[in-house]
């Protein structure tokens, strides 16, 4: 069945950059698009990035600066980049196929 | 980019009322091909979001048909039809037309 999972550290300090895996199964990521949304503590979503099946991605324009996304088809994997992480980063951060979400994973941008 | 406004904010229902939810979007999110990539979701306390609607009207896997989805353009409506317990939560308007997408601010449904 198709699934999605997150991974990456719950903490990083200000300034560094973060990195997250999105880990599919049940589909081919040369099939389908996969995005980065995240979610603020308390507030609504925010679609941050995809790949899509082809491999070109497309940015939030707020964060295009600071951020890459990429895969590896051989092992099922999404992966998301971010630097210059600030407190503003910190969310839980979900990957999807759209029709399909992880569980999410809680980043914490702190000192 | 795309801006998504959805009104209300909030909502209050009482079990078996229906409802409905506005999503206005800053321009036409009509493509060249005739397509338009307007989703539903609806995210439940600590759940992930889960895909009511695609491309404006068409029901996701396993979703109650007391949800439908309206709308042309730039005006969009999602309309549930005799709210149920399992109703309550966030929904979210996203379009994926323009890039980049994005999503509406959330009208959050709770019980009267």
């Known amino acids: 069945q198709v699934q999605l999972k997150e991974s990456g550290p719950g903490l990083v300090q200000p300034s560094q950059t973060l990195s997250l895996t999105c880990t599919v199964s049940g589909f081919s990521l040369t099939s389908y698009t996969v995005s980065w949304v995240r979610q603020p503590p308390g507030k609504g979503l925010e679609w941050i990035g995809a790949i899509w099946s082809g491999g070109s991605t497309d940015y939030n324009s707020a964060l295009k600066s600071r951020l890459s996304i990429s895969r590896d088809t051989s092992k099922s994997q999404v992966l998301l980049k971010m630097n210059s992480l600030q407190t503003e980063d910190t969310a839980i951060y979900f990957c999807?196929?759209?029709?399909?979400w992880g569980q999410g994973v809680m980043v914490t941008v702190s000192s | 980019d795309v801006v998504l406004t959805q009104t209300p904010s909030t909502l209050s229902a009482t079990i078996g009322q229906s409802v409905s939810i506005s999503c206005r979007s800053s321009q036409s999110l009509l493509d060249s091909a005739g397509n338009t990539y307007l989703y539903w979701y609806l995210q439940r306390p600590g759940q992930s979001p889960q895909l009511l609607i695609y491309?404006?009207?068409n029901l996701g896997s396993g979703v109650p048909n007391r949800f439908s989805g309206s709308g042309s353009g730039t005006d969009f409506t999602l309309k549930i039809s005799g709210v149920e317990a399992e109703d309550l939560g966030v929904y979210y308007c996203m379009q994926a037309t323009h890039a980049p997408n994005t999503f509406g601010a959330g009208t959050k449904l709770e019980l009267k």
């Open positions: 999807t196929r759209g029709d399909y």
């Open positions: 491309l404006v009207s």
